[in-house]
């Protein structure tokens, strides 16, 4: 397909797939599971993958799935989502992650998909190909049993412990609920189920084994394991359709005996420290970038999702890597937005990656204009585009990929 620096990027052959796993093993620092080896092509098809060949052996790689991703205000998106992007350390600095990149985002534009998504395993690479940060989570740890809930606090109840068999039957169906209200979120697929779920090898893991709580508009996935004599409740993942079903799961969380201490992560504004009577009893440990955004069509993605003020204004997007970029002129009224090209003085600079990072309304304009990467002519119209891209719900990653 293309070659550089007699380097070759071309398409993956489905025999190539052992000897990309060990391209990936080397380039991530770990192996994969067994279930990784059944349901992972499933997944991530290897005929859709990328390879940078030098000679007869595999020195980059690439892959993508075409996912259905929830925005702001409910609607959805059809995006790329980028994944096991890696080149071997022999062959660095030698113009073949942009080889990659430039074959994968070709195609993407022929496809027509309107953002590309990803998790970035390094934060400084990824910004000169027009990705920003779009997502975060936080950290958090709370000592088992100390966490009193505030009287005001509901105890609606509802939730069960449940067997492998009965999380198989609830846990897609809800998360599928969940994911259409939450922008971020992705729809998926059976064979992620069951390769990070479900799978037999991944019920005992390192030690810990993992249970299932259900409510019937939530659930938890959760391992506990001791170690020096404490237990570590750790929640993989805790999806809430409803602000019941939030509580309600936490208090069973927060309520377990032996437990020592519960980790999890939550979204920025999720409400539980604001449940207990003491928030810092949900002490924060650290706060992560979870996905990356860039924006492919710039009409098409910001007409897709909704807005939470009237906007009228003309931005200058800079595509330092593809031809996205240009000056349009958005307008909103009543949440729904119309975009195009035009020849109008701009009101706002950023550039493409900026754009992604704004999207799904994680992150703020007005701090980007604070660190000089949007040049505003009028503040007012800075002001009425950072309250435009704010959301009425955290955004969240649906499944890590």
Same mark, same amino acid.
């Given at each position: 397909?293309?070659?550089?620096?007699?380097? @070759?990027?071309r398409?993956?052959?489905?025999?190539e #797939?052992?000897?990309?796993i060990? $391209?990936?093993?080397?380039?991530?620092?770990?192996?994969?599971?067994?279930?990784?080896?059944?349901?992972?092509?499933?997944?991530?098809?290897?005929?859709?993958?990328?390879?940078? !060949?030098?000679g007869?052996?595999?020195?980059?790689? +690439?892959?993508?799935? !075409?996912?259905?991703?929830?925005? =702001?205000?409910?609607?959805?998106?059809?995006?790329?989502g980028?994944?096991? %992007?890696?080149v *071997?350390? *022999?062959?660095?600095?030698?113009?073949?992650?942009?080889?990659?990149?430039?074959?994968?985002?070709?195609?993407?534009? /022929?496809e027509?998909?309107?953002?590309?998504?990803f998790y970035? /395993?390094?934060?400084?690479?990824?910004?000169?190909?027009?990705?920003?940060?779009?997502?975060?989570e936080?950290? %958090?740890?709370i000592?088992?049993r @100390?966490a009193?809930?505030? /009287?005001? *606090? =509901?105890?609606?109840?509802g939730?069960?412990?449940?067997?492998?068999?009965?999380a198989?039957l609830a846990?897609?169906?809800i998360?599928?609920?969940w994911?259409?209200?939450?922008?971020?979120a992705?729809? #998926? =697929?059976?064979?992620?189920?069951?390769?990070?779920v479900?799978?037999?090898?991944?019920?005992?893991?390192?030690?810990?084994?993992?249970?299932?709580?259900?409510?019937?508009?939530?659930?938890?996935i959760?391992?506990?394991?001791?170690?020096?004599?404490?237990?570590?409740?750790?929640?993989?993942?805790?999806? +809430?359709?409803?602000?019941?079903?939030? %509580? +309600?799961?936490?208090?069973? $969380? $927060?309520?377990?005996?032996?437990?020592?201490t !519960?980790?999890?992560n939550?979204?920025?504004n999720? =409400? $539980?420290?604001?449940l207990?009577?003491?928030?810092?009893?949900?002490?924060?440990?650290?706060?992560?970038d979870?996905?990356w *955004?860039r924006?492919?069509?710039?009409?098409?993605?910001?007409?897709?999702?909704s807005?939470?003020?009237?906007?009228?204004?003309?931005? /200058? !997007?800079?595509d330092?890597?593809?031809?996205?970029?240009?000056?349009?002129?958005l307008?909103?009224?009543?949440?729904v937005?119309?975009?195009?090209?035009?020849? #109008?003085?701009p009101d706002?600079?950023?550039?493409?990656?900026?754009?992604?990072?704004?999207?799904?309304?994680?992150?703020?304009a007005? %701090?980007?204009?604070?660190?000089?990467?949007?040049?505003a002519?009028?503040?007012?119209?800075?002001r009425?585009?950072?309250?435009?891209?704010?959301?009425?719900?955290?955004?969240?990653?649906?499944?890590?990929f």
């Amino acid at each position: 397909m293309a070659s550089t620096n007699g380097i @070759t990027v071309r398409s993956a052959r489905a025999e190539e #797939r052992p000897e990309v796993i060990r $391209l990936q093993d080397m380039g991530f620092g770990m192996s994969g599971s067994p279930a990784d080896a059944e349901f992972g092509p499933q997944v991530f098809d290897i005929e859709r993958a990328l390879v940078a !060949v030098d000679g007869d052996r595999l020195v980059g790689h +690439a892959n993508d799935r !075409v996912m259905t991703v929830t925005v =702001p205000g409910g609607n959805t998106v059809q995006a790329s989502g980028v994944t096991g %992007v890696v080149v *071997t350390p *022999t062959h660095r600095r030698r113009g073949i992650l942009r080889a990659l990149y430039t074959e994968l985002h070709r195609r993407i534009e /022929s496809e027509g998909q309107p953002l590309t998504i990803f998790y970035a /395993s390094e934060g400084a690479i990824y910004g000169r190909f027009g990705y920003g940060p779009s997502i975060a989570e936080v950290d %958090v740890s709370i000592q088992g049993r @100390t966490a009193e809930f505030r /009287s005001t *606090t =509901p105890d609606p109840g509802g939730v069960r412990v449940a067997s492998l068999a009965e999380a198989e039957l609830a846990l897609p169906e809800i998360y599928d609920r969940w994911r259409r209200l939450t922008p971020g979120a992705q729809d #998926r =697929p059976e064979a992620r189920w069951r390769q990070r779920v479900f799978a037999e090898s991944i019920q005992h893991q390192d030690g810990a084994v993992q249970f299932f709580l259900i409510h019937p508009d939530g659930y938890v996935i959760l391992r506990r394991a001791w170690a020096d004599n404490k237990n570590t409740a750790t929640v993989h993942e805790l999806r +809430a359709v409803t602000a019941e079903a939030h %509580v +309600a799961l936490w208090r069973v $969380l $927060l309520s377990m005996d032996l437990v020592h201490t !519960v980790e999890a992560n939550l979204s920025d504004n999720d =409400p $539980l420290p604001y449940l207990v009577t003491d928030p810092r009893l949900v002490r924060v440990t650290g706060r992560h970038d979870t996905l990356w *955004t860039r924006v492919m069509d710039v009409p098409a993605a910001l007409t897709a999702r909704s807005y939470q003020r009237d906007l009228d204004v003309v931005l /200058s !997007v800079d595509d330092p890597f593809r031809n996205a970029g240009g000056v349009f002129a958005l307008r909103v009224r009543d949440g729904v937005a119309d975009c195009e090209r035009t020849d #109008r003085t701009p009101d706002l600079e950023l550039g493409i990656d900026v754009l992604g990072s704004l999207y799904f309304g994680t992150y703020r304009a007005r %701090v980007y204009a604070a660190a000089n990467r949007i040049q505003a002519k009028d503040p007012a119209a800075l002001r009425a585009f950072d309250e435009a891209f704010t959301g009425d719900r955290d955004a969240e990653l649906g499944w890590f990929f």
